[in-house]
């Protein structure tokens, strides 16, 4: 059992209308890891600079995650992003992004990393998405996530690494947006032709909807009446779906079953909406792997619709 994540190692600056942090440790591989976590072995890959120090080192391994791939750049500083949210906080506004030590990052993937059956390329530049795959050799199923940002500024090699791995997800609006195409369900297909078995559009509070093969699977968003800030919730999200399927992977299961795939999403929600309750990392690094369940269960009794056609 083995995933390896990379993506955005980051300190995050931001404002909800609940309150505000300061470089929080952030990121699209941190808060993917940490989810994954609880059903798999995760290894990020990815650069740091002077500033992350043991302190943030300890959150990762605090959950068993393996760091031997953070690459430390000596004089370098680590990635930064700035936003906040108004009211409908599914709508993250930038206000700064700082590349730093990702802007020249050349990944050195360790032996082990390089050999992770599963791979999460996470929010980064295509381009260091697509070497990371091609040096994945082992992994038998890959996905990645992106974001605005690249669909507007590298289309096309955003495109060229998304037909290299098995599944995207992506918000719903990234998927229009990708694709130019307004009705969600056409999008998704038109992306799958761009190679992708399974994409999954992530639709923030409402929750999430899949599509693999001809098969289309909706789950909604957990309810909750605290939500403080939503940074990395769709990472979160991706880690609690792809660390379950890891999980699945090595019993033996096919990650692309339509059963695994499902658990997998409600998992991915349930992950996502701890993560949404507190700022930060800061509510998944206390979670247990029976709170988790405690809400899977909650969240069966929810979801379960069981109407039949009616006679009149
Ligand atoms: P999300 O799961 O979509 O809320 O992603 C939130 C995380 O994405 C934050 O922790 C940020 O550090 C990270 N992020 C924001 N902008 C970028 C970017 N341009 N590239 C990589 N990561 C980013």
């Known amino acids: 059992m083995s995933l390896t994540v990379v993506g955005s190692i980051a300190f995050d600056s ?4 609940f309150g505000e942090r300061e470089r929080m440790l952030g990121g699209s591989a941190v808060h993917f890891s940490l989810a994954a976590s609880f059903f798999t072995d ?28 953070i690459e430390r750049i000596d ?12 009211y409908d906080m599914n709508v993250a506004h930038t206000d700064d992004t700082q590349l730093n030590v990702f802007a020249d990052f050349d990944p050195k993937l360790s032996l082990a990393a390089g050999q992770a059956q599963m791979l999460f390329l996470g929010n980064i530049q295509p381009e260091l998405q697509r070497s990371v795959r091609a040096r994945c050799r082992e992994t038998e199923f890959a996905a990645l996530d992106s974001m605005n940002l690249w669909i507007e500024t590298a289309r096309d090699s955003l495109k060229s690494a998304i037909a290299e791995v098995d599944c995207l997800l992506l918000n719903d609006a990234e998927i229009r947006e990708l694709t130019g195409e307004p009705n969600l369900a056409r999008a998704a297909r038109a992306t799958m032709e761009m190679g992708p078995k399974v994409v ?3 639709r923030g509070e409402y929750g999430a909807a899949l599509f693999s093969g001809d098969e289309f ?6 309810m909750l009446e605290d939500v403080r800030d939503p940074t990395g919730a769709g990472d979160t999200f991706a880690g609690g779906f792809l660390g ?4 699945r992977r090595a ?7 339509h059963e695994v795939l499902r658990q997998g999403m409600a998992y991915g929600s349930v992950l996502a909406s701890f993560n949404v309750e507190d700022f930060g990392t800061e509510r998944i690094r206390s979670l247990s792997r029976d709170e988790i369940d405690d809400r899977l269960r909650q969240f069966r009794r929810i979801t379960h619709f069981d109407a039949e056609p009616a006679s009149t």
């Open 14 to 17: 931001v404002r909800t209308p």
């Open 200 to 202: 999954v559009a992530k």
């Open 251 to 257: 019993a033996g299961d096919s990650p692309l079953d």
């Open 75 to 86: 004089g370098g500083e680590t990635f930064f992003w700035r936003g906040h949210y108004e």
């Open 244 to 247: 379950y399927l890891d999980n």
């Open 217 to 222: 699977f909706a789950i909604p968003g957990f």
């Open 42 to 69: 995760v290894r990020v890959v990815g650069p740091v600079g002077d500033d992350f120090g043991e302190e943030q080192i300890g959150v990762l391994e605090g959950r068993g995650v393996n760091t031997d791939d």
